[in-house]
């Protein structure tokens, strides 16, 4: 078996997926406004040989439950959100290995600000950056931003491929290799004839510059998505190097990777691209039966009501309009029913209600928790890997940095006894320490295709 | 005489203001792009009692000189430029009370994602967080975003003036006193009642959201502006709580002070408000003689090209059609003449040359240079307070980190000894360091205005 790849899952704000275990005594999880919670978690990520922290992010609050973010605020539902960019350089001036997976909307930003921002990261970091690409889900985003609302789920789409189109060409085009000379002799710092200027007239973005950043470690950031519509799968073959995956039922995560690993073969990418992580939660401890008294002390502290404001955000269902005890079979929505098919694979006789989803939801989201002991819990992580051909996981956590310290200290240590856990980092970037294929996007990956055709004489 | 108060200048580049100088052995500036340049050079200016690191920042190339950015990069003349915002949070871990004042261009990002970030990061750094507000000066920065060109200047003031509105709304009223209530009994991590849904609908932006935010130590950062012309003056005199102000001539600077003071008193403002940070470089050693050597060796590697590169974005003026010993009171042009008068000032009878302003310009950009051993330093400082009103000193550098470390190391304890100098940081924020007058902007203030306001109602 290849060596079980793990990231942590968090977001600039309280509780993230772990509905109302703010109130846990020995979560710190409100402390996330100051830099010492990140950088406490950094190091302790480091320590257990994480490949990187992936950071979720919205832009607008959950408002879809009761019509309004009230529940949301009550609960501390992903509000307040801070910006997750700002986390990543204090993080990184912490660490030397982990990367950092940012996720950043596309929405609302122009592409020639948003490059120049990671690739200040990927320079800060000496190439351990990484771009969760993201259309937002939120229209309360879309208000914010000053929309009426957001754009059709396909026009979404249409624009991040166009968005992708610029932004390579900002990161792999505009600046050639060899560009910076820095020859003190002639005075000359950038050779300006191997400086390309980017024109662009697209249907939804035009620019006519140079990129304002000399070529980073990895120049465009290792890239992530987590699609799971058809037209996201689509998007994620093309463009993805990491692909995310939120589900609770090993036979959705397997049907989905092996969609994506096809379409992405026939697109002519790398055998075995995109690597995929899927959403998991650990509730762990020294033995079986600790880990089983965690869980039931966790779960004392559990928000239905904050579990249903996210579920309604996420599916677009006002689960306000029902009852606890409602069957949610009965509930008619695209997305919902796909949260509940997982949901009823894992017990298919099973006549799911309202209040069941949301306890099943309130700590790890659209995830599996699972809990037991440390040889428990490999034996169930390398089940998951044998029968779905994941690659690794993004862990949420229950109750944090507790939730992470229990992996590093007890999960580790016995899968590197197994063999399936690597013990050291390997040199060099993010992309580098992943694939070990080099720095850079490789030359199978559609983002490669604009380096060095310099379109555009200077001026 | 009240204590001077001294900020660093720099910018996320090579060489900043100083054309050439990268070529100087001692010089680090090259290696702005690693987290350990800010992290030394932050804990540095701490070390020297500093209230702040003053960031510059474009989102452009110079490309007036030559018609083209041929000549910035090949003098590394503010281009590469990085994203200045990504240098702060590792900055922050690094000290525990240096400002950190944060130039943003208000152009070409909606003010709900600014806010969100502004706020993340007063959130890190515990308050140390400030903003030079600024519309951009280069339409190279306007095709990189999209645009044809810059709005006509009076424009952009009138699009600066909405965009404060909206951030007010969004830092101030947006979010109560006691909106956080953490009640763990109750469950209720914040009050709804005060959390308030911001309305904007006006002629350059619109937005329907609350702030993404819960409040952070000074609420809305502290405010800087550099505003020379007429309607900046009426700008900063409204909105700033620092002013920089760049001139090399104290008659200048000192007229600009007097105006600035009248108008900020016409509307209300707090006494001696806004305070005003002059332009300078210094230049020192132990010795006057050393210090005059060290000048010496350091105009040996200036650029003129660089220069007229720099001078050529900030005035508009093509300076490549002119030869080097033309003189430029011949050249017309309104931004050239404030540049070229505030020159001649300080030496009216003299025919000043293209080459003879480039050379003023290499150390300093338009600021003053001046050279000396401390107490003569010490002298200068004092002289130029009294003569002109000036509250304290943005300080370029010549060579970076030696520019600022010789200041901490000879002219601080001079300072010191003579009383016009601290000894040690007051207590709280960058704005109760500053004013020592609290931590949230005061009631004089036209930013004050709409706290407690809710002229909304939730939903």
Redesign the interface.
């Known amino acids: 078996m290849a060596e079980i790849r793990l990231n942590a899952f968090d977001m600039?704000c309280?509780s993230h997926q772990a509905s109302?275990l703010?109130?846990h005594p020995r979560d710190r999880s409100?402390a996330y406004?100051?830099?010492g919670y990140w950088?406490d978690l950094a190091r302790l990520l480091e320590r257990g040989l994480f490949d990187g922290l992936f950071l979720a992010d919205v832009?607008?609050?959950y408002?879809v439950y009761g019509?309004?973010?009230?529940a949301a605020?009550?609960?501390?539902a992903q509000?307040?959100?801070?910006?997750p960019?700002?986390?990543?350089?204090?993080m990184?001036?912490?660490t030397a290995h982990l990367g950092f997976g940012l996720t950043c909307t596309l929405s609302?930003?122009?592409p020639?600000?948003f490059a120049?921002?990671m690739?200040?990261?990927d320079?800060?970091t000496?190439g351990r950056i990484g771009w969760n690409i993201v259309t937002g889900y939120l229209n309360?985003a879309a208000?914010?931003?000053?929309k009426g609302g957001q754009a059709a789920y396909d026009t979404r789409y249409e624009i991040a491929d166009e968005y992708m189109q610029v932004v390579y060409r900002l990161w792999e085009e505009s600046w050639q290799d060899g560009a910076i000379l820095?020859d003190?002799e002639r005075?000359?710092?950038?050779?300006?004839d191997r400086?390309h200027r980017i024109v662009h007239d697209g249907a939804h973005?035009?620019?006519?510059?140079?990129h304002?950043?000399?070529p980073?470690a990895q120049r465009t950031p290792m890239l992530y998505q987590a699609g799971a519509s058809t037209r996201g799968r689509d998007f994620a073959s093309r463009h993805a190097e990491c692909v995310f995956l939120a589900s609770p039922s090993a036979d959705i995560v397997a049907g989905g990777i092996a969609d994506l690993r096809r379409r992405a073969r026939a697109l002519g990418r790398h055998d075995g691209d995109p690597l995929i992580f899927s959403l998991l939660t650990i509730v762990t401890g020294r033995t079986d039966a600790e880990a089983q008294a965690k869980w039931e002390d966790y779960r004392r502290y559990v928000?239905l009501e904050g579990a249903l404001t996210l579920l309604s955000g996420w599916t677009g269902i006002d689960f306000s309009r029902y009852a606890p005890d409602d069957p949610v079979r009965h509930i008619r929505n695209d997305a919902i029913h796909s949260a509940v098919d997982a949901l009823t694979v894992q017990d298919p006789k099973k006549a799911w209600t309202v209040r069941e989803l949301a306890e099943h939801a309130a700590i790890g989201g659209m995830g599996t928790t699972i809990v037991g002991g440390p040889e428990r819990i490999a034996d169930l992580l390398e089940d998951r890997v044998v029968r779905t051909g994941v690659d690794g996981f993004n862990l949420a956590y229950a109750v944090t940095p507790e939730s992470f310290g229990d992996v590093v200290d007890l999960i580790v240590p016995v899968l590197q006894r197994r063999g399936i856990y690597k013990r050291a980092y390997r040199p060099g970037t993010l992309r580098e320490k992943v694939f070990g294929r080099g720095d850079r996007l490789g030359n199978d990956h559609p983002g490669s295709r604009v380096r060095c055709r310099a379109t555009e004489e200077?001026?």
């Open positions: 600039n309280v109302g703010w109130r409100a406004r100051t830099l950088t832009l607008g609050v408002d019509g309004d973010p009230r605020l009550r609960n501390a509000v307040p959100v801070n910006d960019a700002m986390l990543v350089p204090a990184a001036a912490a609302y930003e122009h020639y600000p120049r921002r690739s200040t990261l320079h800060l000496d309360s208000k914010g931003a000053g820095r003190v005075g000359i710092f950038i050779d300006p400086v973005f035009s620019l006519d510059a140079i304002l950043c000399e980073s928000s200077m001026p």
